[in-house]
């Protein structure tokens, strides 16, 4: 059976945490047909996850191995923290598999980058973004959000509605939700439908249903919110009052 390590830290560093009793755990990852054991150790900060997997590929199987184990060991932590009232943060970056091979682990969908044109296709786009996002702290936790659907794939429906969410506050402050959507999609050219997906699939995981959605739902629920959240920065650029030109940004529909 391949066995495989993952390594990281419990931050801050000046907070030294060990956990030694932890216990051995089966968390199985069913819908890709994976049995996985989990044994965890924290000395001084340091975590190690040993895990035991009925079979091994990198590419199909270190993202659901790691989203468990993050889950399991930011489970000892939170559990530390409820009964010291700490702030902790739960780190692994570093993968050794079954052949000994080591490679850091970042939490990526590289293919998202094409959808960053507000960024990627002006010289200037970051120095004029920046300062507009600092100055609007709803911004910057919606920005946080979207990132947390990639580095926590498993969240992406909760924290890609929370985006949503957050847009439509910055947009129509003082409009009932209903005529705020209807701002968001008028200003940024989006179809009912297109944006709705996402609303949707966030209402489960946004109260705690712990039903499964699968990984090509999630992986699209982000593209969108990505692809809507660069035309709110496009919006932004080009002052934020009047719509995105349809010659330029045609109708995200479906």
Not at 18 to 47: C, H, K, M
Not at 207 to 228: F, N, Q, S
Request: glycine share 6%; charged share 20%.
């Amino acid at each position: 059976m391949p066995r495989l390590r993952l390594i990281g830290r419990v931050l801050p560093s000046a907070r030294i945490l060990t956990i030694s009793n932890y216990p051995r755990l089966t968390f199985p990852a069913t819908e890709i047909g994976l049995d996985l054991t989990f044994n965890v150790q924290i000395q001084d900060n340091i975590i190690t996850v040993d895990c035991d997997a009925n079979k091994w590929s990198k590419a199909d199987h270190l993202m659901p191995i790691y989203m468990r184990a993050v889950d399991i060991v930011r489970a000892a932590v939170d559990l530390v923290c409820f009964a010291t009232g700490d702030g902790l943060t739960v780190i692994l970056e570093t993968l050794i598999e079954p052949d000994g091979t080591q490679t850091h682990i970042v939490p990526q969908q590289p293919e998202l980058a094409a959808l960053g044109t507000a960024l990627t296709t002006r010289p200037d786009g970051y120095s004029r973004l920046l300062p507009l996002v600092l100055r609007n702290i709803t911004l910057i936790h919606a920005l946080r959000d979207l990132i947390d659907a990639v580095t926590q794939v498993h969240i992406s429906p909760r924290a890609c509605g929370r985006v949503l969410d957050g847009l439509r506050q910055i947009m129509a402050p003082d409009d009932p939700p209903n005529r705020g959507w209807d701002k968001v999609r008028r200003s940024l050219q989006i179809d009912r439908p297109y944006l709705q997906m996402v609303t949707d699939q966030s209402v489960g995981p946004r109260h705690a249903d712990p039903a499964h959605i699968p990984g090509d739902v999630t992986h699209e629920l982000t593209k969108r919110t990505w692809t809507i959240m660069n035309r709110y920065f496009e919006f932004i650029l080009r002052g934020g009052t009047e719509p995105l030109p349809t010659s330029e940004f045609p109708l995200l529909a479906k």
